[in-house]
């Protein structure tokens, strides 16, 4: 389950580097601060309590069962893999592994992005092959290289043979004569995905509190925004809405060392336009998210910032620039509910 682009007890996923201080006091009409917060606010958005879909209700049922579908191994042909694999929850939502390991043993591809905040984006996958969180919840699952199920319906009849699946999609879905069908497996992994939303300091900032964020990261904010990294990485995600060819002023390759054959989006549709042409990841917890890119080449936040200053903007940023952009971005790292993102009961007596 395929960036620059975020646990135990309390699990609060902020870096502590990044940490509120408390030292800091409000300035009333800080000419500074007026300016540099308009600036956020013109270029990023809060981020919702919940990811809305026109097309999928949520429902306390719904998000229950796709929970309970994204932690269960049963997902995968020999019982190895789940969703929580590639993407876990205690861990920023990712593997932390350049690519993932498949139901096989094989390694995917690509870097598994973070599924928190997932549902902002309107497109998933490195290439932009899936237009949403319900549309990609299916997709690995039949991926030879990934969860290697065979066909839909061989998974449908495995989870229709089992009375916990029986009880709960016919919950999560009232009135449907044989409500465990794939697609709604798919409404349901989606739906769970639509609550794993990390609210964090800088969403704070921007809603008025000046003190949410040092002086570092609104230096860092500034000249993120000044220096035209925001011209890709903006909206609520941070990024995450948009394609773009990685490596606009020289080959990216040249700066990551990375493997050389993942051409991007043209291994989707073929045209020789679309080389190198990928999703722009939302940097929405970015700093738990290494190693970053779609090929997982880098393990360094600060190294990634340069890469990416180079790369797109043709600008050699210094290491104090890039110290600057990390603290900033540190402060998108957000919190969850430590319930939403424990092992759910019904498979602990599985």
Partial sequence: MK???????????????????????????????????????NTFRRLPTIAE?????????????????????RLSKTGTQSCN?????????????????????GKGDRNSPTVFNAALQNMQFWDGRAADVEEQAGMPILNSAEMAIPHEGFLINRLSSIKLYQDLFQAAFPGEKKPVTYKNLEKAIGAFERTLLTPSRFDSYMEGDTRALTT???????????????????????????????????????????????????????????KDIFKVPQLRSVAGTFPYFHDGSIADLDSAVKIMGKAQLNRNLSSEQARQITAFLNSLSGQIDPAKIAMPAELEKK
């Fill in 85 to 105: 694999s590639c993407h876990n929850l205690q861990t920023y939502g990712v593997d932390n592994l350049p690519s993932s390991v498949g139901d096989a043993g």
């Fill in 53 to 73: 879909s026109k097309t999928n209700s949520l429902t306390p049922e719904k998000i229950r069962l796709g929970k309970v579908l994204f932690f269960d191994t």
């Fill in 3 to 41: 960036g620059l682009i975020w646990g135990i007890g309390a699990i609060v996923l902020v870096l502590s580097c990044g940490e509120h201080t408390g030292k800091q006091k409000p300035v009333a009409n800080d000419p500074y601060e007026d300016s540099l917060m308009q600036l956020a606010r």
């Fill in 216 to 274: 570092e990261e609104k230096s860092g904010l500034r000249l993120f925004v000044e220096s035209g990294c925001s011209s890709c990485h903006n909206g609520v995600g941070i990024g995450g809405s948009m394609m773009q060819k990685f490596g606009l002023v020289t080959d990216y390759r040249t700066l990551t060392m990375g493997p050389m054959a993942d051409e991007g989006r043209k291994q989707v549709t073929h045209r020789e336009q679309d």
